[in-house]
């Protein structure tokens, strides 16, 4: 395989993204993974404090014994981590910093070596993110594969504001320093 080449046509994993996302959202509901999260929290509130629960407007909605979120929901979020380490596994030699963990370029210019820093910006960063989507009433997934494929106006904007502060955001991190 030549040094640029995919494993996959980007257009391949589009359509069967498509057909997947058509498949799923027919035998079950829209994809989304946000969503889990808060069925989870309500459904601890719920069997522990379940008027609080109840009196609450956001859990409320969440956490009834019907609630898709806490069978499909979870196998998601647990496939979506175990699809990243094996494609990590599978594509290691592939990655522009396969040699024993050493950082990006860029990051390390700006932000050092330490992988300690590294991993505790990508967990702010996911926080804030989970934050902003439960904020949005859907996270990228939701909005972004989802909803946008059901044209709801709300991914669109969703999506419009998702790129535009992370453009914005990666322009303020790594400007140049002097």
């Excluded at 946000?34 to 956490?63: M, R």
């Excluded at 647990?78 to 024993?100: C, V």
Aim: with cysteine.
């Amino acid at each position: 395989m030549k040094e640029n080449e995919a494993i996959i046509s980007w257009k391949v994993a589009g359509l069967a993204l498509g057909l997947l996302l058509t498949l799923a959202t027919f035998l079950v509901k829209p994809l989304g993974v946000s969503t889990q999260f808060v069925v989870t929290d309500a459904i601890a509130v719920h069997a522990v404090a379940p008027e609080a629960a109840e009196s609450n407007t956001y859990l409320s909605k969440y956490g009834s014994k019907d609630d898709w979120g806490v069978g499909y929901g979870w196998m998601l979020v647990a496939g979506m981590f175990a699809g990243g380490l094996i494609t990590s596994r599978l594509l290691r030699a592939k990655q522009p910093q396969a040699d024993k963990g050493s950082m990006p370029p860029m990051w390390a210019a700006v932000f050092g070596a330490s992988r300690g820093k590294r991993f505790a910006a990508a967990f702010a960063g996911g926080v804030l993110l989970l934050f902003g989507a439960r904020l949005a009433g859907g996270c990228t997934s939701g909005h972004m594969i989802s909803g946008m494929s059901q044209l709801a106006l709300s991914s669109f904007v969703f999506g419009l504001f998702t790129f535009g502060s992370a453009i914005a955001a990666a322009h303020l991190l790594y400007r140049k320093r002097g």
